[in-house]
Each structure stands twice: as C-alpha cells, then as structure tokens.
C-alpha cells in the first residue's frame, strides 16, 4: 500500500451557488470543472472547481444550500484551507481581492512562509501561502489570473480540535504523514508525497466550544488514493484499526469512502480515477449538468427546480 499521496478534493457548504461561482471562478481564477447535482440531494448543485482539468490537490466542491443557516467555525471541524501561491505574487493578490472587495487580512508568517488569510463570501476561511508549487498543476489558460500568479492547487488544511492525539495517529500510523514542525498550538503534518495539498496542521484548543454546521462550514476533507484496489486495502486497514468506515460510494468521478477521524472532523479518501473529463472535453468542462446515470430520467424535474447559473468569464479551449 501506498501512503496517502495527498489531499484530494475538500466540500463546503456554500449559501447562493451565482456568489459562489463569481468569487472561485471570477476573482480566485479556479476553473468550474463540473456542475452537477448533490447525488443524495439532487435539487442542490454540486460545483467543482480546480485547475484546467481538476486534478486531485486542486478540487474545492460545494453544495449551495440557499436557505441554510450560516455555521459557527468552531472544534471538530476544518477551520481553513490554505492553497499554494508562487512566490513573488503576494501583492498581485492583495491587490485582486481588495479590488473585488474582499478584505484580506495581515500577512502572517507560518512556518516560514507568508500567509494571506481572507474569507470566501460564505465566511469560509481561505489563506494563501507562498510556496514552490508542484509540477502537476495545469494552468487555465482561458481563466482571469495569469500563469505566474494563479493559485497552484491546495497547499493543506487547518483543523481545530479539542484533542489532537487521536487525529494526529490517524495521520501517522494508518495514512503515511509525518509529523514536521510544531509552532504553538500548531502541529504539522505532511504527506509523503511531492505533489500537491501535502499539509493537514492541528490546531490544538482544548476547552474551546464545537463547531455548528451550516452555510461556510468545510464538511470534509478527502485524500487521494492511486486506485480502487488500495482504497479498498485502506478501506480494510481503517475498519481493523477500529474506524467505522462506509462502502465504496460512486461519485461518478472517483470513488469514496468516508469516516470520522477522532475529534469529529469528516474525512474521506478518494481514488485519482475517472476524474473529472471522462464525460465531457476539456475545452467544455463545466459547461452543461452533469447528472449520474441513475438521475437522468428525472433530468427535466432537476434542471427546472435548480436555480440559473451564468458564468462571466471567457472560456477558450
Ligand atoms: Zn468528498
């Protein structure tokens, strides 16, 4: 078995899907990969954005639930995703979000690296950390931000737990990180790989009250796995190790199996294959719903119940 390569996709609940699609395509410049359905929910979007073709390590999905109620970040929960940008394009980007009226906060030093911390319109913490990027990244070429400053996938995650231990030997013992640093209440981990999303850090805040769940609340963090054998052996090790994990669920464009680690945070783990352009060209990718074959008979009820979506940026192959 391999270890964990990294993250693969992170979901969040987002409020109204137009809001969310101008901030992550219009101002982030990450490309609407898929719009389809929540399977289990499918009068709710789900969007994806990523690089050009979404690899795994540049995937944040949604589901925009319009009425929900906002959440309350709080323990047991992922506090933030962190993606990676090149080195020399902070100003380019506090420039682009405060032009698009999104305040950013002071930069902070983490680890080394320069920390641009904001919020996504929902609430939902975002930073951006300046860092090599991986080789694997495809750039948008049709996208609003140029090669040399746009977003190179996910940099890693913030959980804020009440407990770190048993999160913690999760990440070690059963996924193959390594603990490499400890600043504060901040440990981190980091996966075995050198591709991209290779950070989980825990926030260690004992005391400190539970999260609620609602609208800018992340629901879980997925990690990638190479194909569907090994997330099965994963599948098998996790349940030896006493973890209560899900079957095999068909996401259409990868596989999943889900299971809480210690502390309440959801995690999944989700297989590189199909991905995201085995069911529409690159060139078009987004651009129409996609529905799972087993919802396309009610295709006419879903698409009229959905809310329209416009996309405002150039799309060119
Ligand atoms: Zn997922």
Redesign the pocket.
């Known amino acids: 078995m391999q270890p964990i390569q990294g993250l693969h996709?992170i979901?969040a609940v987002a409020g109204d899907p137009q809001r969310n699609l101008a901030f992550y395509e219009t101002v982030l410049g990450q490309r609407l990969v898929k719009t389809t359905v929540n399977f289990d929910d499918p009068g709710t979007y789900h969007l994806y954005y990523g690089d050009e073709i979404g690899t795994p390590g540049t995937i944040m999905?949604f589901f925009p639930w319009r009425h929900m109620r906002r959440g309350v970040l709080g323990n047991g929960e992922t506090s933030a995703v962190a993606y990676t940008i090149p080195a020399g394009s902070e100003t380019y980007w506090q420039q682009r979000l405060a032009t698009h009226g999104v305040t950013v906060g002071e930069p902070a030093t983490r680890f080394g690296q320069t920390v641009l911390p904001f919020q996504d319109p929902d609430g939902m913490r975002l930073e951006l950390i300046t860092a090599a990027g991986p080789a694997t990244i495809r750039h948008w070429a049709g996208g609003p931000v140029p090669a040399g400053q746009a977003l190179l996938g996910f940099h890693g995650v913030t959980l804020w737990l009440a407990e770190v231990e048993g999160t913690a030997r999760l990440l070690t013992d059963q996924l193959g990180y390594q603990r490499v640093g400890q600043e504060g209440a901040r440990s981190r981990y980091q996966a075995a790989s050198n591709d991209v999303g290779l950070y989980v850090d825990l926030l260690h805040r004992p005391g400190a009250p539970a999260g609620r769940f609602g609208v800018g609340s992340i629901h879980?963090i997925?990690f990638r796995t190479v194909d569907d054998s090994e997330q099965l052996a994963y599948q098998r090790q996790l349940r030896q190790a006493g973890h209560n994990v899900t079957p095999v669920q068909d996401?259409q464009y990868f596989h999943?199996i889900y299971f809480r680690a210690p502390g309440g945070v959801l995690f999944?783990v989700?297989t590189d294959a199909p991905g995201f352009y085995y069911d529409e060209p690159i060139a078009d990718l987004g651009r129409s719903l996609k529905l799972p074959p087993w919802l396309e008979p009610q295709r006419a009820e879903i698409e009229a119940a959905l809310p329209p979506l416009a996309r405002d940026v150039m799309h060119t192959p």
Do not use: D, I, P, Q
Request: aromatic content about 0%; charged content about 20%.
């Open positions: 996709h979901t999905t879980h997925a996401r999943s999944e989700a």
